[in-house]
């Protein structure tokens, strides 16, 4: 039988274990251990964690290295066969982890699937990060089964079919460790968010599948380390999508993503200063500086990238703009794929 663990990565989140970790550690099947990677708090998640949580195994780290990073790092002290990755507000109901086993037992050319993400504070509807698996446009943009852009649908059970996605969310990651580590895992360049569909599309391009698992359901609270409103949010996910799309597109995607995303990220940019919101301006400017003294190291993970695929992911990228459907009022997913 294969072996998995559950492993959280925590930063400074003592008031979300005694939420939420209960819950992982109740729904938890025998011979599934729980883990939390502590990623250098210097609150006292560590004291919460020994004094409240014994069963669970611990792993130091020595500084904050990030999602991306942090997760690389702890997964090298772990040992299974397949990897739970939750962020550390997700609350798990019982079950959850039987159609993810089911999944992986029974398909091995898939390498990720994931629960249905609800939120945890109206359970009524998707919750923003994942909802019911993600897609991208041609110019990189994300998207998902039950949210565009920040159009957030009620779930009415729409979703509930068990499909093949372009990625699934990061809060609910469910992943064999093998082709985690033959990939090199998250890239740790980007330390926080489009990490996870960075891996996703590098996955589907080594002829992985990505699946999303609706039958399982976990409730994610989100925004537990950077709020919607946080200019390093803003920053974090325009330089990585800029990031993904230079090392994992084709040469047609990445051409057209270069002749018209300077100009719609511009146009983001000046949106903000005229919302007054000078340091999200900031922020997207940053961005593109950061993308720019990336590119020797981008094309040096592209030519891997690209030298060594056997598979391409055109059938999973949406062949328009979902920024100009949404502008257009059509705000649900409904069957754009």
């Known amino acids: ?14 008031e979300h274990l005694r939420r939420f970790l209960p819950s992982v550690v109740a729904a938890a099947p025998a011979g599934v251990g729980v883990v939390v990677a502590d990623n250098g708090s210097t609150d006292d998640s560590l004291a919460v964690l020994a004094r409240e949580f014994p069963s669970v195994e611990v792993i130091r780290l020595d500084a904050n290295y990030g999602f991306a990073g942090g997760y690389n790092r702890a997964l090298e002290q772990v040992e299974a066969d397949y990897f739970l990755l939750l962020n550390s507000d997700v609350e798990t109901p019982a079950g959850w982890l039987g159609p993810i086993f089911e999944c992986l037992d029974r398909h091995p050319d898939v390498a990720v699937v994931a629960p249905k993400l609800i939120s945890w504070s109206d359970r009524t509807r998707f919750e923003y990060a994942g909802a019911s698996g993600g897609f991208i446009d ?5 998207f998902c089964r039950g949210r ?20 699934v969310s990061g ?69 990585n999508n800029l990031a993904m799309l230079f090392k994992c597109a084709s040469p047609g995607q990445r051409a057209l993503a ?8 511009l146009l983001a940019a000046l949106s903000y200063l005229a919302q007054g919101r000078g340091d999200h301006f900031c922020a997207v400017l940053r961005a593109w500086r950061d993308f720019l003294r990336w590119h020797k190291a981008l094309r040096r993970k592209r030519r891997a990238i690209r030298s060594t695929r056997c598979a391409e992911a055109a059938d999973m990228i949406y062949r328009g703009s979902v920024v100009l459907r949404y502008l257009l009022g059509r705000r649900t997913f409904g069957r754009m794929m």
């Open 258 to 265: 270069a002749v018209l995303r300077p100009a719609l990220d």
């Open 171 to 239: 809060a609910a990651f469910c992943c064999r460790a093998d082709v985690f580590r033959r990939l090199g895992g998250f890239d740790a360049d980007f330390f926080a968010h489009m990490e996870e569909i960075d891996l996703c599309w590098r996955m589907r391009l080594a002829g992985c599948r990505v699946r999303i698992e609706p039958r399982s359901v976990v409730y994610h609270l989100g925004g537990g380390t950077l709020t919607a409103d946080s200019p390093q949010k803003v920053f974090y996910n325009h330089r």
């Open 1 to 14: 039988m294969p072996t998995a663990k559950i492993v959280i990565l925590n930063w400074n989140g003592a």
């Open 138 to 142: 041609w110019l990189g943009y994300p």
């Open 148 to 167: 565009i852009l920040r159009s957030v649908e009620e779930d009415r059970g729409q979703y509930d079919d068990a499909r093949e996605v372009m990625w």
